[in-house]
T-cell receptor
Framework: AQSVTQLGSHVSVSEGALVLLRCNYSSSVPPYLFWYVQYPNQGLQLLLKYTSAATLVKGINGFEAEFKKSETSFHLTKPSAHMSDAAEYFCAVSDGRAGNMLTFGGGTRLMVKP | DVKVTQSSRYLVKRTGEKVFLECVQDMDHENMFWYRQDPGLGLRLIYFSYDVKMKEKGDIPEGYSVSREKKERFSLILESASTNQTSMYLC??????????????FGEGSWLTVV
């Protein structure tokens, strides 16, 4: 079975600092990996996804994530945080089986301090 | 632009009431989903549908049912609402012709409070 672990339910950074949100997955077959962002009182919006092409994936709003098979990780980064990045971020995995269902991590709430 | 619309953003219902949550997508997607979102638990799949009149149980189907009579519409039904069903409910859809990496698109969510 596939699963996702997001380390740290809350992450706080200063404006302009590096953002690093961690995601580790388990899957017995090559996975598809996603990062979604949820702003307050809204649904989820796709940030980026990995679908077995380049291991470094660039997304919207300056975010990127690197797929590392050896570490079973797909961490999300952004070089310089903006106040507008404050939101909840979800990592998700689909391994293509069981109807291609997505399994989500528990989410990480990012807070950006001025 | 992709659009998944949930008809009710905020609802307050009494214990034992029957509750309908409606979702419509305008992208002609085959797959539709209902998730429940709770703090610290992420999103958990309640039901999904891969075609009209077809449905499959997700991870937490107990206390819920669904209906998909038309391709664009997927309804979540709480037959007898209970306080532990107070949550945020998210509808989603996806074009899926056997391609695993397709994006799931979400609605804005329905906040349900059961008192």
């Amino acid at each position: 079975a596939q699963s996702v672990t997001q380390l740290g339910s809350h992450v706080s950074v200063s404006e302009g600092a590096l953002v690093l949100l961690r995601c580790n997955y388990s899957s017995s077959v090559p996975p598809y990996l996603f990062w979604y962002v949820q702003y307050p009182n809204q649904g989820l919006q796709l940030l980026l996804k990995y679908t077995s092409a380049a291991t470094l994936v660039k997304g919207i709003n300056g975010f990127e994530a690197e797929f590392k098979k050896s570490e079973t990780s797909f961490h999300l980064t952004k070089p310089s945080a903006h106040m507008s990045d404050a939101a909840e971020y979800f990592c998700a995995v689909s391994d293509g089986r069981a109807g291609n269902m997505l399994t989500f991590g528990g989410g990480t709430r990012l807070m950006v301090k001025p | 632009d992709v659009k998944v619309t949930q008809s009710s953003r905020y609802l307050v219902k009494r214990t034992g009431e029957k509750v309908f949550l409606e979702c419509v997508q305008d992208m002609d997607h085959e797959n539709m989903f209902w998730y429940r979102q709770d703090p610290g638990l992420g999103l958990r799949l309640i039901y999904f549908s891969y075609d009209v009149k077809m449905k499959e149980k997700g991870d937490i189907p107990e206390g819920y049912s669904v209906s998909r009579e038309k391709k664009e519409r997927f309804s979540l039904i709480l037959e007898s609402a209970s306080t532990n069903q107070t949550s945020m409910y998210l509808c989603a859809s996806r074009q899926d012709r056997g391609i695993s990496g397709n994006t799931i698109y979400f609605g804005e969510g329905s906040w349900l409070t059961v008192v």
